[in-house]
């Protein structure tokens, strides 16, 4: 029973996941710090305060506090804009540096000489015009 659980945490899969659930915390914190300590200030300085929290309309008697869900909304959109553009864009842009082009596929024709026609590769004569075709490349 044991060595089954071992083996299950051993497995490559849950130690990735675990190390990436570890690594994505630390980078939530690392987000909303810098949301909150630089991105959110610019707001402020523009629009007057980066907080909605105090935004609310009375319908009766009932009070509904909107702000707290804008400010939400608007810190998530931050929070995402960070990261797309500090963490997708130039992590994408690595990735696409370091893919190299595939190798170009070995041919299966060539040109027939005499007719111009292709053949397969591997042809000792023209299947078009019945000359003989020598060696691999015409």
Same mark, same amino acid.
């Given at each position: 029973?044991?060595?089954?659980?071992?083996?299950? =945490?051993l497995?490559?899969?849950?130690?990735?996941? &675990?190390?990436?659930? !570890? =690594?994505?915390a +630390?980078?939530?914190? !690392?987000?909303?710090?810098l949301? @909150?300590? %630089? *991105?959110?200030? %610019?707001? +402020?300085l523009? #629009?007057?305060?980066?907080?909605?929290?105090? !935004?609310?309309?009375? =319908?009766?008697?009932t #009070?509904f506090?909107?702000?707290?869900?804008?400010?939400?909304?608007?810190?998530?959109? %931050? *929070? &995402? $804009? &960070?990261?797309?553009?500090?963490? !997708?864009?130039? =992590?994408? $842009?690595?990735?696409? /540096?370091? /893919? @190299?082009?595939?190798?170009?596929?070995?041919?299966?024709? @060539?040109?027939?000489?005499?007719?111009?026609?292709?053949?397969?590769?591997?042809? /000792?004569r023209?299947?078009?015009?019945?000359?003989?075709?020598?060696?691999? +490349? &015409?």
């Amino acid at each position: 029973m044991l060595s089954g659980f071992k083996q299950f =945490i051993l497995r490559g899969n849950v130690v990735d996941m &675990a190390v990436g659930i !570890v =690594i994505g915390a +630390a980078f939530g914190t !690392v987000v909303t710090s810098l949301v @909150k300590s %630089l *991105i959110e200030p %610019l707001i +402020a300085l523009v #629009a007057g305060k980066p907080d909605f929290s105090s !935004v609310s309309f009375t =319908i009766g008697q009932t #009070a509904f506090p909107v702000g707290v869900f804008i400010t939400a909304v608007v810190n998530f959109l %931050l *929070i &995402a $804009a &960070a990261v797309y553009f500090f963490v !997708v864009t130039p =992590i994408n $842009a690595l990735v696409a /540096r370091m /893919r @190299k082009a595939p190798a170009p596929a070995d041919p299966t024709t @060539k040109k027939c000489p005499e007719c111009l026609s292709e053949i397969p590769i591997d042809a /000792r004569r023209c299947a078009h015009c019945s000359q003989p075709v020598m060696g691999k +490349a &015409a």
